[in-house]
């Protein structure tokens, strides 16, 4: 059974770092995305940043410059470094991944497989 696992959220004041993992487990599969997505409360999920299995980056125009999307393959890792949070970063951010050759990675309905989310809340 594939599982995502994310960990790293809290709590951290506007201007901090935090950086989140997302460990997947149960498969073999070579991801063709990977990615984080976040959605605030009262708000639509939104796409923060994918990863291809080419090592290829796309960032949301709102992270892009202090965040970074990484992953280790031989860890079965995808990590998200976030630094100078803003209040307006605090959300449930989640990782995802799909094993599907062509998704474009930008949208929810690229990806098939999600973790339960790891909660991060930036106070001013």
């Known amino acids: 059974q594939v599982q995502l696992v994310e960990s790293g959220g809290g709590s951290m004041q506007a201007g901090g770092s935090l950086r989140l993992s997302c460990a997947v487990s149960?498969?073999?599969?070579?991801?063709?995305?990977m990615g984080w997505f976040r959605q605030a409360q009262g708000k639509e999920r939104e796409g923060v940043a994918s990863?291809?299995?080419?090592?290829?980056?796309i960032y949301a125009d709102s992270v892009r410059g202090r965040f970074t999307i990484s992953k280790d393959n031989a860890k079965n890792t995808l990590y998200l470094q976030m630094n100078s949070l803003k209040p307006e970063d605090t959300a449930m951010y989640y990782c995802a991944a799909d094993p599907t050759y062509g998704k474009r990675c930008l949208v929810p309905g690229d990806f098939g497989y999600w973790g339960h989310g790891t909660q991060v809340t930036v106070s001013s």
């Open positions: 149960g498969t073999t599969y070579k991801w063709f995305c």
């Open positions: 990863i291809g299995i080419d090592g290829s980056k």
